[in-house]
């Protein structure tokens, strides 16, 4: 059974790239990876930071609640974990807000070694933005990844390359998936691509697996490899 994870632990992240937790702790320690823990109930402070007329920085709240999730730390903290083994923690590092930190007056968060995790949207990030992804064998997990400009793209465990035309027609063809409509014609697909070829196997010639990342239905229809 395959369960769609939200976030791994670091034995995992070493199984998956096969590297060593020296290697880890190097990414993490200089901000190339981003850590994070597991809370509950803690009460936080989400807010802004704001630049004060003599150049300081003023924290400016707009939540303060009980909360339950995964919080990420900062670079130093990380560094101070693997040295001391464990470590008090009152601020981190969000997606949600400038800062996120515990809230006057409420116990630090103690943090273990153990207790690190890495979310599967930066375990992704990563990968795609280093082209690394050590073990991970061809169709071993059901995935669909990009970079931002489609020019990079992970499915189902194969690794592509693309061209800009490529690229163009997966990103058409992801769109229609995302709207419920995965098959679409491939000559109107190419056209719209700017691509001088209408046959999707001339056009992505050069990526041997191809069909892996696209499906045919034989009658000029195609679709991205995904569920």
Partial sequence: MHIDKLYFTLPEILKRWSITEDDLIYLAEND?????????GVPIEFGDCEVTPDGGQARVPWERTSYDGLLDLHAQDV??????GEIHVRAFRTARADYAAV?????????????????RDERDRFEIQSGFSGRTKAGDENTFIVSADYQEVRCNGYRFKLGPIQAEVVRALHSAAQVGEPWQNGKAILSMA????????????SKKNWRQLICSDRKGGYRLNVD
Avoid: N
């Fill in 32 to 40: 190339t990876l981003r850590l994070s823990v597991r809370v509950f």
């Fill in 79 to 84: 560094f101070q974990l693997f040295r001391c």
């Fill in 103 to 119: 809230q006057d007056g409420a116990e630090p968060v103690l943090v273990l070694i153990g207790d690190l995790l890495l979310r």
């Fill in 194 to 205: 700017g691509s001088k070829s209408l046959r999707m196997a001339d056009v992505f010639k």
